[in-house]
């Protein structure tokens, strides 16, 4: 099945040293998400941003979130959820940085890439994107009819 949607992304992340004992490691945190015709495109990778608090920002172009038919149960769950997100996947490179793999709305997805050990960011959603998510599940999603078992005697009744 081919996609619904498809909208450009960029990604935000931010970088900053931090102590731990005698040692300095980097730690990562995914700020929020662009969306829109004017991201960086597929050519343009990663363009440093100017740093907060000394912290460098960098944001990635050349991602697309992508809606699929069969997932809009997962995208309704994440938007009638407390806090509706997309999911910024990322993989350590051999050199420690890190970089966005991937951008989701499906929480199972994201889980997905948790359980194989890439780091995985909530952000939250940029309500242009919120309104095509929910565009897709307004027109595509069958909520599954509730399936109710009959319950088996496991034991006649001593009765009849």
């Known amino acids: 099945m081919g996609p619904l949607v498809t909208i450009p992304i960029a990604v935000v992340l931010a970088r ?7 040692w ?11 969306a829109g015709e004017n991201v960086p495109g597929p050519e343009a ?12 920002q960098y944001l990635w172009g050349g991602f697309a979130l992508t809606l699929y038919r069969d997932s809009t149960d997962a995208y309704w769950y994440n938007l009638v959820g407390d806090q509706p997100s997309l999911w910024v996947v990322c993989q350590e490179g051999e050199d420690g940085e890190l970089y966005p793999s991937a951008v989701t709305a499906s929480p199972d997805e994201a889980c997905t890439h948790v359980q194989g050990d890439d780091q ?3 952000v939250p959603i940029p309500p242009e994107v919120y309104l095509q998510i929910e565009a897709v599940v307004v027109e595509h999603h ?19």
């Open 45 to 56: 990778r990663k363009v440093p941003l100017p740093p907060i608090e000394g912290n460098p």
């Open 142 to 160: 069958r909520p599954e009819k509730k399936k109710t078992r009959k319950r088996k005697k496991w034991v006649e009744d001593p009765r009849k």
């Open 120 to 122: 995985v960011f909530p």
């Open 24 to 34: 300095s490691v980097a730690s990562w945190q995914a700020i929020g998400v662009v």
């Open 16 to 22: 900053k040293q931090v102590a731990r004992g005698r």
